[in-house]
Nanobody, 122 residues
Framework: QVQLVESGGGLVQPGGSLRLSCAAS????????IAWFRQAPGKEREGVSC????????WYEDPVKGRFTISRDNAKNTVYLQMLSLKPEDTAVYYC???????????????WGQGTQVTVTS
């Protein structure tokens, strides 16, 4: 069955970096869009970044452009989110999700991981 497992979260100082991983099973990440979302306390969940299947492209939300990089290792069936120059406002639980659709623009996201906590504080 489809499963997504996030890891790599933690506590970091402002300006620091983290790399989140989303390990997938039950399908090939190469073929489908995988998105990262985050939810901060008291706020709605928001999209962060997405990588389309079949090398169709990547997308970033404006607040993370130039600081976050999404990538994929097909051999490991894993998607990564490299986060640099972290800010306190990046503090949230980060989730990866897929709808087993090719394009990031497809809103269907019916498979979710359990989330990994990222805390940015001095």
């Amino acid at each position: 069955q489809v499963q997504l497992v996030e890891s790599g979260g933690g506590l970091v100082q402002p300006g620091g970096s983290l790399r989140l991983s989303c390990a997938a099973s039950g399908f090939k990440v190469a073929n489908y869009a995988i998105a990262w979302f985050r939810q901060a306390p008291g706020k709605e969940r928001e999209g962060v970044s997405c990588i389309s299947g079949l090398e169709k492209g990547v997308w970033y939300e404006d607040p993370v452009k130039g600081r976050f990089t999404i990538s994929r290792d097909n051999a490991k069936n894993t998607v990564y989110l490299q986060m640099l120059s972290l800010k306190p406002e990046d503090t949230a639980v980060y989730y990866c999700a897929t709808g087993r659709r090719v394009y990031c623009s497809d809103p269907v996201k019916n498979y979710w991981g359990q989330g990994t906590q990222v805390t940015v504080t001095s």
